[in-house]
C-alpha cells in the first residue's frame, strides 16, 4: 500500500479543518479525532436531516429517494435504526460467523488452485456479494446480479431502484425470512413501511459498504504480498486476527467523508459555520491523528488500544460494522491458515481525485498468486 498516504494531515495540524471544494460548493472538513467526535454527536446542530447529501458529492442524480436511516435525525433515525438492526447484528450469531469461516476459507482455497488471479474483480467483489447475499438471507445466486453492479451500485451500477422494487413485489407474493420479506411485514409505529420507506432502507444496504468492504479486502492482499512477515505473525496469537481487523479498517478508511447540514450558524474550533452549509466529517484525517495514534502512517498489526472511526461514531455509527469486520476476519484466518505468501504481479491504485486532495481508497486492480 505505498501510496496510502495521508493528504489531510498539514491541515490536521494547523488548524484541524480543511475547507474543500465539491461541485462549486466549499465544505469544510473535520479533521481532529475529538472535534470530529463531538461533532458527530451533536446531531442538534450538525443533521443528517438532508436527503441525498449524506456524501459531500449530493446524490440527486444517483437515486430517487431519501437513505433511511443515514439521512435522519432522532427520533426517526432511533426508530427505522432499531427496526432493522436485528437483521445487521446477524453476523454476530455463531452459526452464521461459522457459515462464513467456512465460505471464506473456501474461496482462498479456490484462489489457490487458480493461479495468477484479480484480487479485486475475482476475490473481493464476490466475497462482497456473497457474503451480503448471507446477511439479506436470499439466494447465493442474486450474488451474480449484484456483482454486474460494479465496485459500487451507484456510481458504478445500475438498475438498483429497479432491482429492489422487484424484490420486494416477489416477496409480497411469496413471503419468506428473507430482508425483503421483513421490510413488507415489519410493524412501525402501528402501520406497515410505505413503499418509499422500504426502498430508502434498501437502497442504502446495497449502495453503503460496498467498495469499502472490497477496498478494505484488496488493501489487505496487497498489504500481505509487500509484507509476507504479516502472516507469520498472525499466527502467532489468534488475538492479532482481531486488532489486526481494527488496524486495517483504522489504515485504510475506505470512506473518505460523510456529510452534515446546519440549521444555523455553528463552529468548529475556530471555524465559523454558517446557516444551512455543510460540513464534512474526515474519517481517515481523525484516524491518522498523531496526537491520538503512534505511528499512525504505519500498520500495527497489534495496534492496542485503537480507537478508530472507521466505521464512524455515534447514533450514526455503521450498521454494517459486524458484517465487515466478520468478513475481514475471516479473511485473515484464511490467509493465515492456509496461504504462505502472496505474490503480486502488478497492481492499479483507486485514487480519488478531488479538487482539494487526492487519496487513495482502495485497488482498481490488483493481479497476484497466492501461494
Known sequence: MHSNQDPFREA???SGVQIT??????????????ELRKVVKDWQNFSSDHPFKVVPHSEEKLRSMRQIPIEMDPPDHTDFRALVEPFFKRP?????????????????????????????????????????ARL??????????????GLHALTEGSGLEEYTAEQFAKAEKKPGDDFFSMLNGVDFRGRKLTF??????????????KDTVINVVSSIIVYMSEHPEALVFLRQDEKYIMTACEEFVRY?????????????????????IPGGSRVGLCWPSAN????????????????????????????HN???????RLIIRSLLKALRDQVKRIEMVSFEPRVEKEESYTRQVGYDRVLVKLK
Open 288 to 315: 491518522r491523528d498523531g496526537s491520538v495514534f503512534k505511528n499512525p502512517d504505519e500498520v500495527v498489526l497489534d495496534r492496542v488500544p485503537n480507537p478508530h472511526i472507521g466505521f464512524g461514531y455515534g447514533i
Open 92 to 132: 454476530t450469531e455463531t452459526e452464521y460467523m461459522l457459515d462464513m469461516a467456512e465460505m471464506v476459507h473456501s474461496m482462498v482455497a479456490d484462489a489457490l488452485s487458480k493461479g495468477e488471479m484479480d484480487a479485486v474483480y475475482e476475490f473481493a467483489l464476490p466475497l462482497q456479494c456473497r457474503a451480503l
Open 196 to 209: 418509499e420507506e422500504k426502498q430508502g432502507i434498501a437502497n442504502v444496504t446495497f449502495a453503503g459498504g
Open 252 to 272: 485504510v478508511s475506505p470512506l473518505t467523508a460523510i456529510s452534515r447540514t446546519c440549521p444555523h450558524a455553528a463552529n468548529v474550533g475556530e471555524h465559523e
Open 12 to 14: 490536521r495540524e494547523q
Open 136 to 149: 439479506l438471507h436470499v439466494p447465493e445466486s442474486e450474488s451474480e446480479v449484484w456483482k454486474g453492479w
Open 318 to 324: 455503521c450498521l454494517g460494522a459486524p458484517q465487515a
Open 21 to 34: 471544494e465539491f461541485n462549486g460548493e466549499n465544505i469544510p472538513f473535520v479533521l481532529r479525532l475529538k
